[in-house]
């Protein structure tokens, strides 16, 4: 085969190909239109359905692919959405019914944290007559951070780095990351309670476990305090990580 000939050609057209036929395949605007469907007052998110008109419905979407899945819900819900709020890593075009955040990734910051306070006092106004639809991405993790009481954002990042220059896995990371956080590990679902919760997650986890996506924003956590602080020592980073964090995963909660 001659370099540059028609075969090599034809096998580049062929690489396009397929290439351009993965990108549409994770299209996160696609993914979401394919699993949101709005027919007079009945929603129904990947199957399941909800009936709408007595209470609100409310988006939330945080990751990297945010703005995209929530531009593409608004166009989908139309009238019938009340308010949203997405976080991402980089700027985009504004939302319709809310803000588009932006905010550290893959170490949390400032911004980050206001961001999910602001979900946060969303999703606990909510009551069981209302909708919360949560759109997951990969970074929603560093996205949303929410020290728990006695942790500073300063210990998450600080944390988080040592774990990520000692080569954690994303469940190692995102299994402690859960046991640090108010609204990891279920919690942004138990602050929306009574309200019913839907989630939309595209997976940049091997086996799309659900409670790993995002470090589970809407999932149950099965890991413990124990396996967190099993995974700092394992990683070499026990030692070096600030004493909050060492005195919280070593709690009696473990």
Do not use: W, Y
Not at 159 to 178: D, F, H, P
Not at 184 to 208: H, M, N, Q, T, Y
């Amino acid at each position: 085969m001659t370099p540059g000939g028609p075969e090599t050609a034809r096998l580049r057209r062929a690489a396009a190909r397929i290439l351009a036929a993965g990108l549409q395949a994770a299209d996160p605007a696609v993914l979401v239109a394919r699993n949101l469907e709005l027919r007079a007052n009945v929603l129904k998110v990947a199957g399941r359905r909800h009936r709408l008109g007595r209470g609100r419905l409310v988006m939330v979407a945080a990751g990297k692919a945010a703005g995209a899945m929530a531009r593409a819900a608004e166009r989908i819900l139309g009238g019938r959405l009340d308010a949203a709020i997405a976080v991402a890593s980089a700027p985009g075009p504004p939302l319709g019914l809310g803000p588009l955040r932006v905010a550290g990734h893959p170490i949390p910051d400032a911004r980050g944290a206001a961001a999910t306070e602001e979900i946060e006092a969303l999703a606990r106004g909510l009551d069981r007559r209302d909708l919360l639809l949560v759109l997951l991405s990969g970074g929603a993790s560093a996205l949303l951070p929410a020290p728990a009481a006695g942790i500073s954002l300063e210990d998450k990042a600080s944390v988080t780095a040592s774990l990520l220059r000692a080569g954690a896995t994303i469940a190692e990371l995102n299994g402690v990351r859960k046991h640090l956080s108010r609204v990891k590990g279920g919690g942004l679902a138990a602050a929306a309670a009574p309200a019913r919760v839907e989630c939309l997650a595209l997976s940049d986890v091997i086996g799309d476990d659900p409670a790993t996506i995002a470090s589970g924003l809407t999932a149950p956590d099965p890991t413990t305090f124990a396996e967190a602080l099993e995974v700092l020592r394992a990683r070499g980073v026990l030692s070096s990580a600030p004493a909050a964090v060492r005195c919280f995963a070593a709690s009696p909660r473990a």
